[in-house]
DNA sequence: CGCATGACGATTTTT
DNA sequence: TCGTCATGCG
């Protein structure tokens, strides 16, 4: 095993005793080190399963681990301790929740719903929401867990945060709900009232890893450091140069200064890169090693140089993504390269957008990484949300999002009365409405209709254990009418937001308990589908961290787009921004090309930008810089040339006739992408996209179809996978066959 | 209740 | 510019 490893890889894996940060730089074989380190120590009998602990932050990373090991050492790789912090720190809490005052049965709360119920405590104290934010007070009270400081600490002017803060921690205790702040306070405050516990686990754990150390928070690293304090042999792998949370907590000290924390320390750098040629890591470093908080370490590779480093500069935004759109296109066309070897990153997710639209104009398959999970779609948080009732009449939150969805005509005022009774009583919602039953305090329609729905909750209750869970929610979301609602509807949205019902009822029959569903969802659910394999990848840089990708483009890199404007303002954050350059140029493993727009739309104006000073970090001389705008006149460039053909290309016919109407002259006015329309909570995905056009192979000329983007139109005609479409909103447009669905 | 209107604000988001 | 949210009217 040790025979695949270089020289520092194998110090990293026999260092075994005593605290060790590994500094592994990107693409150095990090994983392949935690993963050697754990097999050599059970290998050699320095620790049985149970008795190491591996955190990550990512399931990801985690299903990596547990998987490699796996298929080394087999079903011994159930027995050990390896998960995403949360993950193991939600074991522990609910194995001693009493000691905390928690039912073992807790849920952990979704950001949606915080929002929700710190809008609800601005309310009863009468705080202006327009003022003062409900996610300001959010973002606070998240980040005094994490730093481990006490709200009254935190500058701050928001008022009444600690009186906010105290009625929010209460009201999720009543509610039996924990948010993800509290899981590893509870376990801190678990070590601290029984040292019997703490001791247990002191003892357990032997062997302590941890991976992407750089992104620890004051509370993870107070964990870590209680863990340890027993046997003291806890492995941190990070690299200081790729810590890019410090806005949700993480604290890059905890790397900087390990050797101070952890006495008779010993720190192993990882250079040797397996990722990059030669010429992207020079472009890495030259720009890292601006940066003053840092070990410092350089990345060197055996592999040749490559091709050297593109930076391009456009007259703007709207020449940046064509151009782009065309370079991959002669990518994939001459080189034979794949798309799904390709990657965008952007800085920020609303850079995305412009790219969508040339590909979509470029027949080229993209697919955007992040964004809306599927737990996330409104019907699906309405479904679970009667689920959530069914099994936990406390919970208010999850009663009061679906009272009057179906509408059975509960108005905001019966709401709110009844809502303030169980806030004054300090009651549960739902039992406050059963007692005005018997008070008699309600009537008409809303008494009527309240009675039939906490009825059904009862009735359901009681059948929870015997039937499954299918059906269970299937005749929930029947009974209370939810389906029926949709089915009224009668939209394409509509039914697909039917669609993603039954794929949810579908996927409950996974689960052997509610709990265990609710659990799966806030902690373990992917973004990732694997729809769209062939496909070209956009992504922010944060999202694509731990990623690699033959071709990376790099676009938007302009001072107040990359650094951000925000993070100008603020001081020492222009480090985290560089650490975030260096981390999009390491996923780059062959060809890597950096742009920038001289101009661009910012909120609607069209402004003028300076390159980000980032470029000013790369020498020159290292690169091929290549000035793509109007001043050169680079129409092959600008308007989507295709040389096999020697044409424009088609789908490119209405930009140039928009440019022509609007006056050549001025640059301002490249309107080609014309207003486009996105609804939020859009039901359609991509997913079902594709599914639904496996039924639909042909799009006959005259069919009415669907796109996500641009609503509904009539298809004008049909080239290959291209389909020419008059959309009813926004105008004609030529878009590939995949992005819509058939409305009939 | 459902729709229209206007103000407002707008990074990054592993769990 | 564009999406969200609160508010007010019929």
Not at 183 to 209: A, D, G, M, P
Not at 443 to 460: A, D, M, N, R
Request: hydrophobic share 35%.
């Amino acid at each position: 095993m040790l025979e695949n490893l270089n020289n520092s890889q194998t110090e990293a894996v026999k260092n075994t005793e005593g605290p060790l940060l590994v500094l592994a730089g990107a693409g150095t074989g990090k994983t392949k080190v935690l993963i050697s380190r754990i097999i050599y120590i059970l290998s050699n009998y320095l620790a049985q399963p149970q008795e190491i602990l591996a955190v990550t932050f990512t399931n990801k990373a985690a299903q990596e681990m547990k998987n490699r090991i796996g298929e080394i050492i087999g079903d011994q790789v159930n027995n050990l301790w390896v998960g995403t912090f949360h993950a193991i720190a939600i074991k522990i809490l609910r194995r001693h929740s009493e000691i905390v005052g928690l039912r073992s049965d807790f849920t952990i709360i979704d950001e949606d719903d915080q929002n929700r119920l710190i809008k609800q405590i601005l309310n009863d104290f009468n705080i202006d929401t327009k003022q003062f934010s409900s996610k300001a007070y959010l973002s606070k009270i998240s980040i005094s867990k994490d730093i481990l400081k006490n709200i009254d600490h935190l500058n701050s002017n928001l008022p009444k945060l600690k009186e906010v803060y105290d009625t929010y921690q209460f009201r999720l205790k009543s509610m039996n709900f924990v948010d993800f702040g509290d899981i590893i306070n509870y376990n801190l405050e678990i070590f601290k009232k029984s040292v019997e516990t703490l001791n247990y686990y002191q003892n357990k754990f032997r062997y302590i890893l941890v991976d992407e150390y750089q992104d620890t928070n004051n509370c993870q690293y107070q964990w870590l450091l209680l863990l340890s304090s027993k046997f003291c042999n806890i492995c941190c792998v990070g690299d200081d140069d790729q810590s890019i949370y410090s806005w949700r907590g993480a604290n890059i000290n905890n790397i900087l200064r390990f050797e101070n924390d952890f006495a008779d320390s010993k720190i192993i750098r990882l250079e040797q890169n397996y990722r990059s040629t030669s010429n992207i890591l020079k472009i890495a470093d030259s720009v890292i090693s601006n940066n003053k908080q840092r070990h410092g370490k350089k990345l060197w590779t055996d592999y040749n140089k490559g091709s050297k480093v593109k930076i391009l500069s456009f007259y703007d935004g709207k020449v940046e993504s064509q151009t782009i759109a065309n370079k991959i296109k002669n990518f994939t066309q001459n080189n034979s390269i794949n798309f799904s070897q390709i990657a965008i990153l952007v800085r920020a997710g609303y850079q995305t957008r412009s790219f969508e639209e040339s590909f979509i104009q470029n027949s080229i398959p993209y697919k955007i990484i992040g964004g809306m999970k599927f737990y996330e779609r409104l019907e699906i948080k309405d479904a679970i949300a009667y689920l959530r009732v069914c099994v936990n009449f406390d919970d208010d939150l999850a009663l009061l999002r679906i009272i009057n969805t179906p509408k059975r005509g509960v108005g905001d005022a019966v709401i709110s009365t009844l809502y303030q009774r169980s806030q004054q009583e300090k009651q549960s919602f739902f039992k406050v409405i059963k007692n005005s039953f018997e008070e008699n305090s309600l009537k008409g329609k809303s008494k009527e209709s309240l009675k039939t729905l906490i009825e059904i909750f009862e009735k359901f209750n009681q059948k929870i254990d015997k039937i499954t869970l299918p059906e269970l929610a299937k005749s929930i979301l029947s009974e209370a009418g939810y389906l029926q609602m949709w089915k009224n509807e009668n939209t394409l949205e509509a039914n697909s937001r039917l669609d993603n019902i039954d794929e949810f009822i579908k996927s409950l029959g996974d689960f052997s308990s509610i709990a265990e569903f609710l659990e799966y969802i806030s902690l373990i659910e992917v973004r990732d589908d694997n729809s769209r394999l062939n496909s070209v990848k956009l992504m922010t840089i944060h999202s694509a961290k731990g990623l690699e990708f033959d071709i990376v483009f790099l676009p938007g890199l302009e001072e107040g787009t990359f650094p951000s404007s925000k993070s100008l303002e603020e001081a020492n954050s222009v480090e985290e921004e560089r650490r975030l350059m260096y981390v999009a140029i390491t996923r780059a493993k062959k060809e890597l090309i950096i742009s920038f727009a001289k101009n661009r739309y910012i909120f609607g104006e069209f402004q003028n930008l300076n390159p980000s000073r980032f470029i000013s970090e790369i020498p020159i001389s290292e690169v091929d810089f290549e000035e793509i705008d109007f001043a050169n006149n680079n129409l092959l460039n600008r308007f989507d040339f295709n040389q096999n053909s020697g044409k424009f290309n088609v789908s490119n016919k209405s930009y140039i006739k928009n440019n022509m109407n609007n006056n050549f002259s001025k640059f301002g006015s490249f309107n080609y992408g014309s207003k486009t329309t996105q609804t939020k909570n859009s039901a359609t995905t991509q997913k079902n996209i594709t599914k639904l056009n496996l039924a639909n192979e042909e799009f006959p000329i005259g069919t009415r179809v669907f796109h996500q983007k641009f609503g509904y139109g009539k298809i004008k005609n049909v080239d290959g996978n291209k389909l020419e479409i008059s959309f009813e909103k926004t105008g004609t447009k030529t878009v590939m066959k995949d992005f819509v669905t058939s409305s009939q």
